[in-house]
């Protein structure tokens, strides 16, 4: 079965999330957005894991599906076009921090269980060894190494993934709280690692870079912390749809059920270069060498982003593909393209009114991106929103890349072009 699935997102319990993140909204955003699979996110904490034993109920092996009772009140929200049966499958994101090898780590990593009683004996364990009622995310002086053994224990089919592994301030591989080898961070139990987390920041092309991830499929996930941004990462599969259909996929060299991802362009990910915020400072590997890693405003310190780091330790040139490769595309929100168009933000009323225009004549947003052509959506949405798409497709694409934690700034239209759609319209 042909399917897209998000498996890593957070909940209203995790902090600098949107209040509105609860099932019934990730059921309304997954059909708008196409998604037929999406991650729970936060399952280890006790009143996200209440309303999940509350409101979902067992579909297919391994995944959930909400409720009638509450589905109902949902449904007539969603467009006919955009309509579809959404499961949820059981994960959590968990942030370690721990000293080894010298070096205080900052990981994030997330784990995966077939079933609410391997949850719910997982709970168990790791609410003796740090506090899980603060954050959706807990924070725990758990060593990855020892966090993945725990995984491995509780059930055959429970697996860990790295999360967004170039990260900075949290992740495997980052530049401020990460290791250089993978089997720095997990030891002996390395071998158990076989999916990888590339994050916004970065791209497939930019892992395929490093030799030591070759035994590791790379996924592509939203880690969204409002649910509009569902989706804005994805992964596609063609299996069975269950738990152990999507765990073979991953796990298994010679599953053919795993197609590849759906991807930001990776300079509008938050690290993509390296700079400093505070000074409104963005420099490439280069300038960063040159300034010898101090910001030229302040002299402090700048934080190297994803693409230094991944040169730094990249063995291979540009251009070479991992053992495990799959196809990607790089894709930009619908809401993004509307709002560059338009010259307005993202949330004003007329890039709103257009969005769902278009859910509701075209169909979800993953597929007005990916498939449908574009007289169909030059009839919607105009001739500028058609030739956005267009551009985005082919990747003709200008962006300001992000850094030290800014959003990457895309370009899509010119002014000039932005004034002959806005004069067509009032022509019209």
């Not at 079933?115 to 060593?143: C, F, M, W, Y």
């Not at 393209?337 to 225009?357: A, H, N, W």
């Not at 239209?413 to 319209?425: I, N, P, V």
Request: glycine share 8%; aromatic share 8%; net charge neutral.
């Amino acid at each position: 079965m042909h399917f897209t699935a998000d498996l890593h997102i957070h909940s209203k319990y995790s902090r600098a999330t949107s209040k509105d993140l609860n099932l019934e909204s990730l059921y309304r955003w997954a059909q708008l957005k196409g998604l037929r699979v999406v991650s729970t996110g936060d399952f280890l904490h006790p009143a996200w894991f209440k309303e999940i034993t509350t409101k979902l109920e067992p579909a297919e092996e391994g995944l959930f599906k909400l409720k009638s009772i509450y589905a109902k009140k949902i449904d007539s929200e969603i467009p006919q076009s955009c309509r579809g049966e959404v499961r949820f499958i059981l994960s959590v994101e968990i942030s370690s921090i721990y000293k080894r090898l010298e070096k205080v780590r900052k990981v994030h990593n997330v784990v995966f269980v077939p079933s609410l009683e391997v949850a719910q004996g997982l709970q168990k364990t790791i609410e003796k060894i740090g506090n899980i009622h603060s954050d959706g995310r807990p924070i725990l002086g758990l060593d990855s190494h020892d966090l993945l053994e725990i995984t491995l224990q509780s059930h055959p089919q429970s697996f860990l993934v790295p999360a967004h592994i170039w990260t900075p301030w949290f992740s495997m591989l980052g530049s401020k709280g990460g290791f250089d080898k993978m089997e720095d961070c997990f030891g002996e139990l390395t071998k158990h690692i076989f999916a990888l987390e590339t994050g916004l920041s970065s791209d497939p092309p930019m892992n395929w870079r490093l030799s030591q991830l070759d035994s590791c499929v790379l996924i592509s996930n939203s880690d969204a912390h409002s649910a509009p941004k569902l989706g804005r990462e994805a992964n596609i599969f063609d299996t069975e749809f269950s738990y152990s259909g999507i765990y073979s996929a991953l796990k298994d060299k010679n599953n053919k059920g795993f197609l590849g991802t759906l991807e930001f362009f990776p300079e509008e990910g938050k690290y993509h270069y390296d700079g400093h915020r505070d000074c409104d400072v963005r420099l490439t590997p280069k300038e960063t060498i040159k300034n010898k890693g101090l910001c030229p405003k302040c002299g402090k310190p700048v934080t190297v982003g994803v693409m230094a780091r991944v040169e730094e330790l990249a063995d291979r040139p540009e251009g070479q593909k991992g053992a495990r490769a799959r196809p990607y595309k790089s894709l930009i929100q619908l809401e993004t393209i509307i709002s560059e168009g338009k010259g307005m933000g993202p949330t004003s009323k007329p890039v709103q009114e257009l969005f769902y225009r278009m859910l509701s004549k075209l169909g979800n947003e993953l597929s007005i991106l990916n498939d449908i052509p574009s007289e169909a959506i030059k009839k919607t949405g105009g001739d500028l929103l058609a030739e956005g798409i267009r551009r985005m497709r082919v990747g003709e694409v200008t962006i300001a890349p992000g850094y030290d934690g800014e959003y990457g700034v895309i370009s899509l239209f010119s002014d000039k072009e932005r004034k002959a759609e806005k004069d067509q319209l009032t022509l019209f």
